[in-house]
DNA sequence: AATGAATGAGTGTTCATTCAT
DNA sequence: AATGAATGAACACTCATTCAT
């Protein structure tokens, strides 16, 4: 259970400093190193001292930036958030026509989850937490204000040139959209168990990426025209 | 002890004994008090003293009955995965037309998660961990690989009558469904600020599961038949 | 450190009972059960567990027979002393010529040692304890009391005899008797590493024997006689 | 933590520091209340809490600077042999004609023991564990095999010069000077019973002291040359 | 007589945090 | 700004002992 913490009974004596006063990036350090251990261990299993050994600066440096380690928590719940915020901002769908607006959407969700996977272990704890670190942030309620209408506004194009079924709620797709992926992410330890499958293969994450864009296309299709037949 | 420092046990004056002699029962009290604990706090952040306290036990006995934190932590997932398998298998799906069928899984699937949601927190946990107790437990495992065909042979059924279009993953679909439902549940402490709404809400419940059911319709409903046009 | 005291989560309902009412059994085995673990982990090692696993008995019964721990403990250092007692007055040294005499108690004594490794760990235990169960004994008390004469009346026939040296201090040979016979397995772990040799090989043993009878007869030896010259 | 558990860590009110920043003192410390409290007590009865009181630091130091608790005793008995080694290594009896250096040999352990009875307790110790620790030292078994020679030079020296008897084993006679000065002391508590002898009075240690000597010399006293007579 | 479930007081160890340099 | 020694409050786990059957 000690897991190579090692410990070092006499400090080379005159022990270099490892980074000179660089105050921005040591902050930067520390964020980054917290984001990896609080994203692995969750806010109780995260070790302060793990932080400061995978940022490679003291420990009383995190207690000087960030005060605590629930404040540390928080600003990385709040950097994990800015971080897809900014990715979806420059996504630019409004440019595409809402069937490939869609496609491109549920995509950009699924590639971003793939490759971050930091956000959906830290977005799992903080649900665990109730979203108390969340709902604590006044950053974050206020970029959760004004980061919503992707969907809303591709539903609305779709629907107006007749290409999508109406009245679809934006909220219940772009919920919809989310879990599909995010499902897949989170909980493939225990699916690869139960489906006995290597979810994590190009192929099989290929196969997921294309039900899931088949699933949403299903949801918004229209009804064919009984007038037709 | 040695050398006179004896320390003398006080034998508890007049301590009342509030539960005398029921093995049983204090190992059913024991794992139902840990099911909270843990799915309340995760593995690392649960607290052996206040299972102790829930289970109005002494902590003692988790020891006896259950070894250790961890041996205790895995009853409880294979407690969990138990009852929900139990409950699968009472549901007797290939009675129904394969609509119905399909309506009744999702129901079932999302009902189930409204009404356990320690379930939905163990499984969470568990995925945090890498599933490393689930992989670790014989019971599970072999349980795993005795309870998956609910969609497949549902799908089967529907295909083979028509009524669903054909070559539909069974895995795919099977994880779409515990996604869509899943996550709104998991996530929802969050996705209430997100979308700033109350998701708890009897009709806000009604409104997911009834997308959810139109979701898997739209995932199986065949092609238009081109034929007839 | 849990060394293999696996629980036994159900005990066998309807277990039979594995010794059939036999107290004065129990006691025996108890004791030598206690003998056993006392000796090899001392009074604070000891497991009261422990114990009644190699007794096969219910834990319960120890204290039903023996009070406590302690007083079990008490009782043990009385039996292993019992026991040497008993083997010294079996001995009947008084009947051998001195020199012969005292090369049987030697041979005695190392062989108890070889024989009873746990006479000594006991003693070395109760000597870390500053003797304070012995003091407490009555019986141990008395019977040390009764038992002393073994090498005195060796020691004044011989010397009556004029074939060992006068005024020899019938204390001090009793004591480094025992320390030469005494050590070498007390110490045995220790000292087979700093001198490199497997000591309780038989010629090990053997050459040790034949050594520590040499000391004693140069210690009673004579002075040669100068008026010979 | 989790949960609004949050536990509000009191900043100890007025809490004076008792030892402020010497970290080589505060091991030394460390060490030194350790040995007392592992010779009193043996490896399992020794308590943590006793150490860091007796040190007068923070529990917390001993886990920063040893490890655990086995790794500490380690440290002791480290220190404990590095100790005996050191002063057998200041006595230079190579200087000494073989009579007097053996005289001085017999004296010394005999001296050191007196006055180190926490050796003589550490090792006892040890050998209940069956050298467990002494075999985990790299440094004690290094040690082990560079510090033997006392007794086998002045044995050469002596038999050269024909005073000493020859042929004499000299890991038997270093193991009986051992065992006769050893004994002595560490089963002080059981024989002062049973001798009914105060054993640590000034008169009684010379007593023991002298007798040794005369059985050292006793034993390697030359056969008396048969053709004198 | 015999059993095993239950108890309370430790015991080793870890952790977030602060103090002194 | 940066370091690492020091602290106190837990926390998981163990043990001798007693109660109820």
Redesign the pocket.
Known sequence: ??DG?QV?T???SG?R???????D??QIRILDAAVMEFAANGL?G?????IADRAE????????YFG???ALYQAVIEKVYRDIWEAEAALSLEELPPHEALIALVTFVWTYYLEHPEFITMLNTENQLKAAYFRKSRVLREGAANSRPLVDEILQRGEAEGIFRAGIDPTQLSLTITSICYYYFTNQATSSIVYSERMMSKPALERRLAFNIQTVLAIVKPEPDPSVR
């Open positions: 259970m000690t913490k070092e006499k400090p080379a022990a400093r490892r980074h000179p006063r660089r105050p990036l040591s109780s995260a070790r302060v001292d793990a600066i003291n420990k009383r440096m995190i207690y000087q605590n380690k629930e």
